[in-house]
Each structure stands twice: as structure tokens, then as C-alpha cells.
């Protein structure tokens, strides 16, 4: 899994950096002012938020059970499989932009989400620069309805 992981890391690498040298509107260097601290991103960040992803997921998983009425879930899962497609990506989506919205206007959450606007010079490694407390709350807005249309609950 690992020797996978450092094999896309490195395949991103080799497509992303020689495109950015075409392609650039200003010159940069390869190695710019916190590469170093967006690798310790990349390298740290994964194992602590796919540990809290799977505890919260299965927590919502469980209390959605109880919440949701069977009523509710029937009805959905009689649709055909397209509109419930169409469900889960509009109610994703919806979720996604509520909850970054609100990390960008309640000062306590912009504390956690700032770090990801930090950033001084973008690149194919800057978008790793991410709180763990900001990917924790913002992936389930996205990912939890998918979990409840895959599991059917």
C-alpha cells in the first residue's frame, strides 16, 4: 500500500512539475518556500484524518439509522438507481459548499481552514496543505449521504 502511495505520489510528480515549467505564468523554483512543510502534510495528514473519516463516518452511519424513518428510507430506495445518483451529488455537493462556507465565516473554523489559504506559491503539492480538523469536518458533508445511499440505510 505504501510502496502504491509513493508510486502516485511520484507519477503526479513527474506529469505535474514538468507542466508547471511550460505552462507557468512566472517562473518558480521546483523546491519553493514551504515545499518542505507541505511534504510533512502529505506525509502526516493521512493517517490521523482516514482514523477520524472512518470513526465519524460510522458513527453518523449508525445515528442516521435511528434518525432517518423508515419511511424515508424506503422511498428512496425505490427510486431508480440514476435519481438517487443525482441525489446524493446535488446533496453532496450542497453539504460540501454549507460546510465550507461556514469554515470561511465563523472565526473558529477559519482558524482550522486558514492553513489551506496560506500558501504563497501555488504548485501540484499546495493543495495538501490542510488542517486535520478542516478535511475531518468538510469530508463528511461530502461523503456521508454516499455512504447512506451505498449501504441503503
Known amino acids: 500500500m505504501l510502496i502504491n502511495w509513493l508510486n502516485g505520489l511520484l507519477l503526479t510528480a513527474l506529469i505535474f512539475v ?13 523546491f519553493r518556500r514551504g515545499w518542505f512543510n507541505d511534504v510533512m502534510f502529505l506525509l502526516l495528514n493521512p493517517p490521523i484524518i482516514i482514523f477520524a473519516l472512518g470513526v465519524l463516518i460510522i ?3 449508525m445515528a442516521s439509522a435511528w434518525v432517518v424513518p423508515v419511511r424515508v428510507r424506503d422511498a428512496v430506495a425505490s427510486q431508480p438507481y440514476w435519481i438517487q445518483i443525482v441525489e446524493v451529488l446535488v446533496v453532496a455537493d450542497i453539504g460540501f459548499y454549507l460546510a465550507h462556507r461556514a469554515f470561511h465565516t ?27 480538523v478542516d478535511q475531518i469536518s468538510l469530508r463528511p458533508a461530502r461523503f456521508f449521504r454516499c455512504l447512506r445511499w451505498a449501504f441503503r440505510i
Not at 18 to 29: D, S
Not at 117 to 129: G, K, N, Q, Y
Open 18 to 30: 514538468p507542466l508547471e515549467k511550460l505552462l507557468a505564468r512566472r517562473r518558480q523554483r521546483i
Open 106 to 132: 465563523f472565526p473558529w473554523l477559519w482558524k482550522f481552514h486558514e492553513i489551506h489559504h496560506s500558501i504563497e506559491e501555488l504548485d501540484w503539492l499546495a493543495a495538501v496543505r490542510v488542517h486535520p
Open 59 to 61: 458513527g453518523m452511519t
